[in-house]
Every structure is written in structure tokens, then in C-alpha cells.
């Protein structure tokens, strides 16, 4: 494993300080050491001002699970991202305050410190961006950040904490945000029976398992058989990190990136999620309207709306059938199967049971 260290300021104990200041470190933040997978691609460091810290990281993980932070107390961050379900919600639409319905699914939480864009149509480019988002939206905790700033610091809790990770027991609004996303960086998935497998334990998968990989990573063209998964789902993460028409809809209903950036070549285009503990993450795409994995592959074998606008050129001339008379996939039950049987090996247990990640 690499480990990335924050860097910290050399200081004294508490105890060389008995009667500190109200405000002011008593102690400099320790780094926080992440340990990263070796066969992960490079990371960036975390921005400069926002170092990760064992007292910032700490911080990040109480402000995730506070409830104080909706306007009626009722749902945090973590409610919309359980660490049993790889930090989704199981839901097609999630569930905001006073029963309100976010327009698109949550997004698993796991290996965003690899992302260069954040939400479905990468309307954030950091986590301390995107950390105000879901606080402020009306459909999820309906609150403004800084009404949220003064529950916590009324909260006996609150003060200290912030005064360990950030010097200053006066909470603002730029360090909630920051120990947030310090806190969701350290989410790090990469221990599942495919990792194992990747790791040279070949008897972690089956040899059923195996043959679902081969299939899922080769681009079929009449010559060899595949499933055509890893075109976009790549790599050890499982994405490349890019925005895709996958064809859900010849007219799509929500115009995902479009809305964003205003231009039509990027109707119907979502960020390409990584697959990694996917067979936790139902239901599945943007809008939850798939249910099941074999739902999803069998959208991918049968159903591509090939005439809709933007479609990613990785779906079209697509095609197991020697002939090159059809466009569908036309993989058989059993490929079918066994692709599933592979995307199951992406689960990582560590990381739902991790007591790092569960409610302080």
C-alpha cells in the first residue's frame, strides 16, 4: 500500500499548556495517514488549505451523520448515503426532508478521491463544493449552511471538535465544509473478492467469475465475444471518468449534463459510475429505473435506444453476431449470467463493516 500524509505544524503537548486560549490550537492537527492501493491510479493531493487531519477527519465523520444540519432535523448526509449499501440509500429517488423526492439516485460516496467531477452531471469539481449542495437544496435537508453553522455551535459537541481540527472553537460555514470532504476522501474501497483476484489470489474468483471479466472487458466485433462493459466501466476503479449517453431513451426525459453546461451535444449525458459494489447500489442509472443487474445488462443487450441524441459511440457497431447484421450485443442467457456473476465479485465487505466510516 502507498500512504498519503497531510502535511502538519510541530507543537507541544497539551499538557506543556495547561491554560490555553479559548481559541487556538492547544494542539496541531496530526496527519492523517490514508493508506492508498497500490494498483490505484495516481491521486491528487487534497487541496492545500484543507490538509487531511486525525481531528479533521474525526470532525467530518460526526458533521456526516448530524442531523442538525436539516432544517428539520430529521436526515443527515448519512441518510442518503448508508455505509451498508457502499454509501447509497437504496433508493431510485432519495428521500429529503418533509418527504420530498431528489430528481435523480444518490451516488455511492467510495473512491471519490479519484474523481475530477462530482454528481451525476458534475455540477461539482470538490467535495467541499459539492458538501453545501444536498445541505442547502430544498428537496433534501432544506437548510442554509450558515442556520446549520449556528445549531452546532450550541451543540456541547461541536466546539471542541472544531477547535482540534481547526484551531478556533467559533464554527464558520468554510471548515463544516471542510470536514466533510475531508472525511469522504478517506472512503477508499478496495478489498473485493476482485481485488483479491487482481492481487494474484486466483482461486478469490470462479472460474464462472473469470469467464464474466473476460466478457465484460473485450469489445466484441463480430471476431471475439464480450460483453462491451469495460469501454466505459475501465480500469481499477471502474469508470473513466467521463460523461455518457448510454441510451436509456431516444427523447431523454432529464437532459443530465446538458442542463448544466447549456449545450445540446451534451443532452442525456451522466458522469459513468464506477461499478465497484455495485450489486449494493440498486436500484441502478440516474433515475433508479432499473432494479436488478440483469436489468442492466439485458438494457445493454436489447434495449439501447440507438437513435437517441449524443449516444456514446462505444454502444454503436457494437455487436457479438459474425454477420454484423445487428447492432444489439446479442450475448447468449449464460454470458449473460456469467457477466452478473463477475459484477458481484466487486463488493467489498471491508468497507460496509469498516468502523472508521460507521456512525461515532
Given at each position: ?10 507543537g507541544?503537548s ?25 494498483r490505484?491510479?495516481?491521486v ?8 487531511l ?5 474525526a ?8 442531523t442538525?444540519l ?8 448519512a441518510?442518503?448515503h ?5 454509501f ?7 428521500q ?6 431528489t430528481?435523480?439516485?444518490?451516488m455511492?460516496?467510495?473512491n ?5 467531477r ?9 467535495l467541499?463544493?459539492q458538501a453545501?449542495?444536498?445541505i442547502?437544496?430544498?428537496v433534501?435537508m432544506?437548510?442554509s ?6 445549531r452546532?455551535?450550541?451543540?456541547a459537541?461541536y466546539p ?10 467559533t464554527?464558520?460555514e468554510e471548515n463544516?465544509?471542510?470536514a ?29 467469475e473469470?469467464?464474466?471479466?473476460v ?11 464480450g460483453?462491451?462493459c469495460?469501454d466505459?466501466?475501465?480500469?481499477e ?13 431516444a ?10 453546461t447549456?449545450?445540446?451535444?451534451d ?8 461499478l465497484?459494489?455495485i450489486a449494493?447500489t440498486a ?7 432499473f432494479?436488478t443487474l ?10 439501447v435506444a440507438?437513435?437517441?441524441?449524443n ?18 450485443l446479442?450475448l447468449?442467457?449464460?454470458?449473460k449470467?456469467k ?16 468502523p ?5
Open positions: 500500500m502507498l500512504l498519503l500524509a497531510a502535511a502538519f505544524l510541530a507541544c497539551p499538557d506543556a499548556d495547561p491554560i490555553a486560549p479559548a481559541d487556538g490550537p492547544v494542539l496541531p492537527p496530526k496527519a492523517y495517514v490514508l493508506a492508498l492501493p497500490t490505484f491510479p495516481a491528487a493531493a487534497p487541496p492545500a488549505n484543507n490538509p487531519t486525525e481531528p479533521g477527519v470532525l467530518g465523520r460526526h458533521l456526516f451523520y448530524e442538525a436539516s432544517v428539520d432535523r430529521s436526515i443527515s448526509c441518510s442518503c448508508r455505509q451498508e449499501l457502499a447509497t440509500d437504496g433508493q431510485a429517488r432519495s429529503g426532508v418533509n418527504q420530498a423526492r430528481p435523480r439516485s444518490a455511492s460516496l467510495a471519490l478521491l479519484w474523481e475530477p462530482l454528481t451525476w452531471d458534475g455540477a461539482a469539481a470538490t467541499e463544493i453545501r449542495t444536498p442547502e437544496n430544498p433534501e432544506h437548510q449552511l450558515g442556520a446549520g453553522v449556528a452546532l455551535q450550541q451543540l459537541t471542541p471538535l472544531f477547535r482540534a481540527a481547526f484551531g478556533s472553537s464554527i464558520t463544516v465544509l471542510k466533510l470532504a475531508q472525511f469522504e476522501r478517506t472512503l477508499v474501497s478496495s478489498n473485493s473478492r476482485f481485488d483479491r483476484y487482481r492481487r494474484g489470489e486466483r482461486t478469490a474468483l470462479s472460474a464462472a473469470v469467464e464474466g471479466f466478457l465484460f472487458s473485450t469489445h466484441p466485433d463480430g471476431r471475439q465475444r460483453g462491451n469495460g466505459c466501466h475501465s480500469g476503479l471502474q469508470t473513466n471518468h467521463t460523461f455518457s449517453n448510454n441510451g436509456l431513451d427523447i431523454p426525459p432529464d437532459l443530465g449534463l446538458g442542463l448544466l447549456g449545450r445540446p451535444t443532452n442525456g449525458k451522466f458522469r459513468v459510475p464506477s465497484r459494489n449494493l436500484p441502478y442509472m440516474h433515475d433508479g429505473r432494479t440483469e436489468q442492466v445488462v439485458d438494457h445493454y443487450n436489447e434495449h440507438l437513435n437517441s441524441p449516444i456514446d459511440p462505444l454502444l454503436l457497431n457494437t455487436t457479438n453476431d459474425p454477420l454484423q447484421q445487428s447492432f444489439t446479442d447468449t442467457a449464460p454470458e449470467a457477466i452478473v456473476a463477475f459484477m458481484r465479485t466487486l463488493t467489498d465487505s471491508t468497507l460496509i463493516r469498516d472508521r466510516f460507521a456512525r461515532p
